[in-house]
């Protein structure tokens, strides 16, 4: 396990379950849609927050679209070092019993059709501003992630511990299966949402399928569904989607 570079990122492996922990970790960064993102500003080093829409990787590195005019950007431009946080804490009576994740890492401008794919996919309203020659996209390297899923449950996770590089051969195979579901599956689509999910309203569409679950979309609304198994290519992927729509018809 790698425990980060640079100063300040000492800390105590020893806390962290890999596995475990990892998926929860990276469960927020699957299906959180906004990050609040903090850089530095150059001119004193005081701390600037700001609110972001957000996509991931396959492997969930977290993906930006962002314009180098705004604050945040001219920050990371000086000094890429960024923290990414992510939060479930939506309805709860106390928003401090709700996992989330404070990722640090370093930002870098990324020309990636996969990275820009990715995020549009799960923001198409942003495709106008994708257009615009002051946006691009951005890749957040981690470096480090904080954990908080509860009392207790307080791990650090290294980035090599946090990214999912297993399932090259669906990555290759992801935008057809997203087609060939919304296309021809919506039907099974519409069960994942309100069957498994407990979601309401029509129309739901997938956005994304990685090897531990599925992104779905409807509006402005987000979902996730987590698979049961690991899947690392398009045969498994099938599998896992054909047992989730039988679940379904008999939950």
């Not at 962290?16 to 927020?28: E, F, G, N, Y």
């Not at 950007?73 to 709860?92: Q, Y």
């Not at 307080?154 to 090259?168: C, M, N, Q, S, T």
Request: charged letters at 25%; aromatic letters at 6%; one cysteine or more.
């Amino acid at each position: 396990m790698r425990l980060g570079a640079g100063p300040g990122a000492c800390f105590d492996a020893r806390m962290s379950d890999p596995p475990s922990t990892a998926l929860q970790a990276r469960s927020l960064i699957r299906g959180r849609p906004v990050a609040a993102l903090a850089t530095t500003i150059a001119d004193g080093g005081w701390p600037y927050a700001s609110l972001v829409l957000v996509a991931c990787a396959q492997d969930a590195t977290p993906l930006l679209l962002i314009s180098t005019l705004a604050e945040h950007t001219k920050n990371l431009s000086a000094d890429p070092r960024v923290s990414l946080l992510f939060e479930a804490t939506a309805g709860l009576d106390n928003p401090l019993t709700g996992a989330r994740l404070s990722l640090l890492g370093r930002a870098e401008r990324s020309e990636a059709p996969a990275d820009r794919d990715r995020f549009l996919r799960r923001h198409p309203e942003a495709e106008m501003y994708a257009q615009f020659k002051d946006f691009a996209f951005y890749r957040v390297l981690p470096d480090r992630a904080h954990l908080v899923a509860g009392f207790g449950r307080i791990h650090w996770v290294a980035g090599d511990d946090l990214l999912d590089r297993e399932a090259p051969a669906l990555a290759e195979a992801e935008a057809g299966i997203i087609e060939h579901m919304n296309q021809d599956h919506a039907d099974a689509i519409q069960l994942y949402a309100v069957k498994l999910l407990g979601l309401s309203g029509g129309g739901w569409r997938m956005t994304g399928c990685d090897a531990e679950g599925c992104d779905l979309r409807r509006g402005g609304d987000t979902a996730r569904l987590a698979f049961s198994r690991r899947v690392l290519d398009a045969g498994a992927a099938r599998e896992e989607l054909v047992r989730l729509v039988k679940s379904a018809r008999v939950s």
